[in-house]
């Protein structure tokens, strides 16, 4: 699996790796941002095929690829992703290697979800990250109209087939 991190996230994680490589995981390569949010600061992470939103904390930096499997487990399950498919992203996700983004189109995406983001932030500060992930699930994305027009409905596509 291949994290695709934002120079805002890269400053704080380490350099990544030069990657022309694709994740082998369903839900493809992830791209990630930093949000400086307090007073906790927050990671955003968004998958490549299916737009899938995911905050989660950021701090401790170091560790947050370790940690984003058990977020991403979480986030599938409150999706109703069945176990099996679950397990099986997760075996797939070792080894992951950090990389810098390579489609500005994703960028421009993820920077949306992180404004989107903020708004509800704004308006619902009880959210926690699981709800506010969910709630930016949910959110029609101009690159899924063709398809299944939210990231949530994009999963549950790709499941079916």
Same mark, same amino acid.
């Given at each position: 699996m291949?994290?695709?991190?934002?120079r805002?996230l890269?400053d704080r994680i380490?350099p990544g790796?030069?990657?022309?490589?694709?994740?082998?995981?369903?839900?493809?390569?992830w791209y990630?941002?930093?949000?400086?949010?307090r007073?906790?600061?927050?990671?955003?992470?968004?998958?490549?095929r299916?737009?899938l939103?995911?905050?989660?904390?950021l701090?401790?930096?170091?560790?947050?690829?370790a940690? #984003?499997?058990?977020?991403l487990?979480?986030?599938?399950?409150?999706?109703q992703?069945p176990a099996?498919?679950?397990?099986q992203?997760?075996?797939h996700?070792?080894?992951?290697?950090?990389?810098?983004t390579?489609?500005?189109?994703r960028?421009?995406?993820?920077?949306?979800f992180? #404004?989107?983001?903020?708004?509800?932030?704004?308006?619902?500060?009880?959210?926690?990250?699981?709800d506010l992930?969910?709630?930016?699930?949910?959110?029609?994305?101009s690159?899924?109209?063709?398809?299944h027009?939210?990231p949530d409905?994009?999963?549950?596509?790709l499941?079916?087939h």
């Amino acid at each position: 699996m291949i994290v695709r991190a934002t120079r805002k996230l890269l400053d704080r994680i380490g350099p990544g790796e030069a990657s022309d490589d694709q994740s082998t995981t369903l839900l493809g390569d992830w791209y990630a941002t930093a949000l400086p949010w307090r007073p906790r600061q927050v990671a955003l992470l968004m998958s490549d095929r299916t737009l899938l939103p995911l905050a989660m904390p950021l701090a401790p930096a170091s560790t947050l690829l370790a940690r #984003f499997p058990d977020h991403l487990t979480g986030m599938l399950k409150a999706l109703q992703v069945p176990a099996d498919v679950i397990e099986q992203e997760l075996a797939h996700m070792r080894p992951c290697t950090l990389a810098a983004t390579n489609n500005r189109s994703r960028v421009g995406s993820l920077n949306e979800f992180a #404004f989107l983001a903020h708004a509800h932030r704004q308006s619902h500060p009880e959210l926690d990250l699981l709800d506010l992930s969910l709630r930016l699930s949910r959110v029609p994305c101009s690159p899924l109209y063709k398809r299944h027009i939210s990231p949530d409905r994009e999963l549950a596509a790709l499941l079916a087939h």
